[in-house]
C-alpha cells in the first residue's frame, strides 16, 4: 500500500480510480479535475456560471461504481441502477446540482460530478470554486473529491475514451497522463494557488501547483495542458447532494 498526504483536511480520500489499484489512499484538502484537451480553455473574461463553462469546456462526469462506469458526456446526466442514482444537472442560476446515493462500498468514495478544461498549467494562478451541501447522511458537510488532470503524455486528451452508441464516453484507462488529488467539505469557497499540495496519482508522490508549473515533476510543466474534475462523494449508503455554484480561474 502506498500513502500520500496533503495538509488541509484530517479526513480520508479515496480516488474515483483506487479501484484501478488496490489500496491508493489520500488524506486531505482542496479541488481538482478531468476533461478534453481539446479546445479551447476557461478565460479570465468568461466567468459566466459553471453550467456555461461545462457546457463550453467540459464534460459531465461519473465514476460512480468502478472502472466499467466511468464515463462522461456533454449533456446533464441522470441514471439510476436499483437504489443508486448518480446526477449532475444545471440550475437556472447556473450552477450545477450533483447528487451520489446508495453507490456502495466496493470501492469506497465513488462519486460524481463533471470536469471544466483549465488550459496550459502555467496559466493558471488561482481556481476558487464555492459550493454548498444541500443533503448528506452524515454530521459535517458533504465531501466534494477534485481531480486534477494534466495531459503528460501530450495526446490532446486525458485518457483514452471510447464514444457509445447513446453519445457518452466510456474510459479505457489513464495510466499515460498524471491526475493530483484533493478534497474539500462542500461549504463555503476554496481556493487553489501555487502551495496547495496534490498527491499525485501515478507518481506516487506529491507536489504543490507551483512545482507542477516549474517541472519539478518528470513531463510536467507551464505547457502541460490541465482539467479540473469536481464531484460529489457517496460513502455507500444514503444521498450526497450538493450544489457546485462557481468556479472562477485567475491568469498570470
Known amino acids: 500500500m502506498w500513502v500520500w498526504i496533503v495538509s488541509m483536511t484530517s479526513h480520508k480520500t479515496v480516488s474515483r480510480r483506487s479501484v484501478l489499484r488496490k489500496g491508493a489512499v489520500a488524506t486531505g484538502a482542496v479541488v481538482c479535475g478531468r476533461?478534453?484537451?481539446?479546445?479551447?480553455?476557461?478565460?479570465?473574461?468568461?466567468?459566466?456560471?459553471?453550467?456555461?463553462?461545462?457546457?463550453?469546456?467540459?464534460?459531465?462526469?461519473w465514476f460512480p461504481k468502478g472502472p466499467e462506469t466511468w464515463g462522461r458526456s456533454a449533456k446533464p446526466?441522470?441514471?439510476?441502477?436499483g437504489d443508486s442514482r448518480w446526477m449532475?444537472?444545471?440550475?437556472?442560476?447556473?450552477?450545477?446540482?450533483?447528487?451520489?446515493?446508495?453507490?456502495g462500498t466496493e470501492p469506497p468514495n465513488r462519486n460524481t460530478g463533471f470536469d471544466v478544461h483549465l488550459g496550459r498549467l502555467g496559466t493558471i494562478?488561482?481556481?476558487t470554486v464555492t459550493s454548498r451541501t444541500l443533503q448528506t447522511p452524515r454530521w459535517r458537510?458533504?465531501?466534494?473529491?477534485?481531480?486534477?488532470y494534466l495531459d503528460k503524455d501530450e495526446s490532446g486528451e486525458f485518457g483514452s475514451w471510447e464514444r457509445n452508441d447513446d453519445g457518452t464516453e466510456s474510459a479505457l484507462g489513464a495510466d499515460t497522463d498524471e491526475e493530483g488529488l484533493l478534497?474539500?467539505?462542500?461549504?463555503g469557497e476554496v481556493t487553489i494557488d501555487g502551495d496547495t499540495v496534490f498527491g499525485l496519482f501515478n507518481a506516487e508522490s506529491e507536489a504543490t501547483l507551483a512545482e507542477l508549473q516549474e517541472g519539478t515533476v518528470e513531463n510536467i510543466s507551464g505547457e502541460t495542458l490541465t482539467a479540473l474534475y469536481i464531484g460529489v462523494v457517496n460513502r455507500g449508503e444514503g444521498t450526497d447532494e450538493v450544489v457546485v455554484q462557481d468556479l472562477r480561474v485567475s491568469r498570470s
Do not use: K
Request: proline share 3%; charged share 15%; with cysteine.
Open 183 to 187: 478534497s474539500s467539505a462542500a461549504s
Open 141 to 148: 458537510p458533504a465531501e466534494l473529491f477534485f481531480g486534477l
Open 35 to 61: 476533461a478534453t484537451a481539446v479546445g479551447n480553455a476557461v478565460a479570465d473574461d468568461e466567468q459566466t456560471g459553471v453550467a456555461a463553462q461545462i457546457e463550453g469546456h467540459g464534460h459531465y462526469a
Open 88 to 103: 449532475a444537472e444545471p440550475q437556472s442560476d447556473g450552477s450545477v446540482r450533483c447528487l451520489a446515493q446508495n453507490l
Open 125 to 127: 494562478e488561482t481556481v
Open 77 to 81: 446526466y441522470d441514471m439510476q441502477d
